[in-house]
């Protein structure tokens, strides 16, 4: 299968800049899986497709303020540096901008020296090893110090950081938001409950690669980047009672499903499980956990597109984004919903 497959038209216009002022006010878009059928609803309607005993699987994860903008040690030169995974205690993988003043052995300074940086090795793809030094705990000088780091499509500035984190955040990691979440509010997530739905936390720390292109032409080619994720026993224990009784797994966000199907090695039952995923689902793969997922509108020949289009077919998925153009639906991380049940 090809990655120009999963091509369409997006006019720019619908890219949405800003967060809707009410959170779960986002239109909603629900597919038959089977059919194709589709329903035009708003967000605040998910829990009509919520059943007593089912289980809404949602990503805890928190995005960090992972963009710093300092200097050169030497030669006072701004440079931006985009935090992607933790390696040590002290040391990450970054992007840097611009790459050719972090050669290994640069240091640069942030916050007025309140953060520095050495860079100590080069890894894929141009990205920076570095070790920070700093006095105090990291976690407290970068939410200080650190900016939000919204995707390149995203122009205008947030206002509000808490609108890039969904409303039950709480495991600090996150390169990028699990944007299918943020369309949740406490009021909604507290009705759902009360109506009987097991409500699961779960743990992916969204990495950059994932929003990548795919540059293979042949989709089988591409290689995923590797990701950190976490089942606690009881989230594992829920999951497994509501597949054993016959009620429904439903993903919220792209992340929360390969979570799922990392922990998976035979269908219907899923570990407890910490560890790294580089899983790539696409057309052909055979879900193992999920039954329904909640998620935004991805970008054009992304793995993201592929993945939804594993569980709902590439035909009904392309012609879902067609009618989503036609109807003016908003895309992408603060754009509207689908729901594929």
Not at 175 to 188: I, Y
Not at 201 to 219: C, N
Not at 260 to 289: C, M, N, Q, R
Request: glycine share 8%; net charge negative.
């Amino acid at each position: 299968m090809k990655t120009k497959d999963f091509d369409f038209f997006l006019p720019e216009h619908l890219i949405a800049q800003h967060p809707l002022e009410k959170r779960d006010h986002s239109r909603l878009m629900v597919i038959e899986r089977d059919t194709g059928d589709i329903n035009h609803k708003h967000f605040y309607n998910i829990i009509d497709y919520l059943n007593e005993n089912d289980c809404l699987v949602l990503n805890d994860t928190r995005v960090l303020p992972a963009r710093l903008i300092g200097e050169k040690e030497e030669t006072g030169g701004k440079v931006e540096f985009l935090l992607l995974k933790r390696t040590s205690l002290d040391t990450w993988e970054t992007l840097v901008k611009p790459g050719k003043k972090a050669k290994i052995g640069s240091k640069f300074s942030f916050g007025e020296g309140m953060l520095n940086l050495e860079v100590v090795d080069i890894g894929e793809e141009g990205s920076r090893i570095v070790k920070f030094s700093y006095d105090g705990i990291f976690e407290e000088v970068l939410e200080r110090l650190g900016k939000m780091p919204l995707p390149p499509y995203i122009t205008a500035e947030l206002e509000d950081k808490e609108r890039y984190q969904t409303v039950y955040s709480k495991e600090v990691g996150s390169a990028a938001a699990p944007t299918a979440g943020l369309h949740f509010t406490e009021e909604l997530l507290e009705k759902i409950k009360n109506k009987g739905v097991n409500i699961v936390y779960i743990t992916l720390h969204v990495g950059l690669g994932t929003f990548r292109p795919v540059k293979a032409e042949d989709i089988s080619e591409h290689k995923m980047h590797s990701e950190f994720y976490s089942i606690s026993e009881k989230a594992a224990k829920t999951i497994n009672e509501c597949k054993s009784n016959g009620n429904k797994v439903i993903a919220v966000g792209t992340t929360s499903c390969r979570t799922l199907e990392s922990a998976s090695e035979v269908p219907g039952k899923i570990e407890s499980k910490t560890g790294w995923t580089d899983i790539f689902i696409f057309p052909g793969y055979k879900f193992k956990i999920i039954d329904s997922l909640i998620t935004n509108f991805h970008l054009p020949e992304s793995t993201l597109i592929m993945l939804v289009s594993a569980l709902a077919g590439r035909e009904n998925i392309l012609n879902a984004y067609k009618v989503a153009v036609e109807e003016e639906y908003r895309f992408f991380s603060f754009g509207d919903a689908m729901l594929l049940k």
